[in-house]
């Protein structure tokens, strides 16, 4: 079977520093895959990398089977890779059903006179409300989006990149700024997604890594460390001593 998505040697250098050294790894359709590591081990560099945002100096990513190594970041999106920004900025006077009905219609390239329009763009309006729905987001799919809480917007976050009809969703600290008592309930939405999405996420809450990923990605140094599932993860040693604690998890 074809991976949802697979890197193989990635290689950045900024000068001298290494970010990216060498990463492999192989996401099959359906996964639920952590990518962990301390704080400057190259996490987010990878995503920018996976994404287009950054271009590798040596190495292949590779699409559902297609070579996306040199594709810009929209072509990329257009072929089934997202990923979630920070929108607490953005649409704030637009509602949940508005803001992803936007993202529904950009996709489709019927933009224009969106919001004069909105009305005679009901399948678009409906696929959108099937969106947040999914999401759970569907009770408060009217309300202005500054008006919502934390968590709800950081759904919104993925509701936007679900527009998009992703294969695979890169989810950069999906829980930050979340409450740790809300972050659980967060992760629980995002694992029900369609299991036909395949998912990476970048998560420093361990307690979130261990209860949802199905595999872990282990980064230190820009290098991958290792991979494997989160019993395999929590019993190695080099993983307690560089990032989990000499105690170890559980």
Do not use: W
Request: with cysteine; glycine share 10%; proline share 4%.
């Amino acid at each position: 079977m074809t991976a949802a998505l697979l890197a193989k040697g990635l290689d950045k250098r900024f000068g001298s520093l290494v970010v990216a050294g060498g990463i492999s790894f192989e996401l099959p359709v359906g996964e639920r895959c952590a990518l962990i590591g301390p704080n400057g081990a190259g996490k987010t560099t990878l995503i920018n990398l996976l994404t287009g945002m950054l271009t590798p100096d040596a190495g292949e990513i590779v699409l559902n089977g297609e070579d996306i190594s040199r594709a810009p970041p929209a072509r990329r999106v257009r072929k089934g890779l997202a990923r979630t920004f920070q929108i607490n900025s953005l649409f704030p006077k637009l509602n949940p059903l508005e803001a992803t009905t936007l993202a529904v219609c950009e996709r489709r390239g019927e933009t224009g006179d969106f919001l004069g329009r909105l009305a005679a763009r009901r399948d678009a309006v409906d696929e959108a409300y099937d969106i947040l729905k999914s999401l759970r987001l569907d009770g408060v799919c009217r309300r202005e989006t500054r008006e919502l809480a934390y968590g709800q917007q950081r759904l919104l976050e993925i509701a936007l990149a679900l527009a998009t009809q992703p294969k695979v969703l890169l989810l950069d600290e999906p829980a930050a700024g979340v409450p740790k008592e809300d972050s659980g309930e967060l992760f629980q939405v995002i694992d029900g997604l369609s299991r036909q999405l395949t998912l990476l996420f970048i998560e420093h809450d361990m307690d979130v890594v261990f209860r949802f990923a199905s595999r872990i990605l282990v980064m230190v140094g820009g290098r991958l460390l290792l991979e494997g599932t989160p019993a395999e993860i929590a019993n190695d040693a080099r993983v307690r001593e560089v990032y989990l604690g000499s105690a170890g998890h559980g």
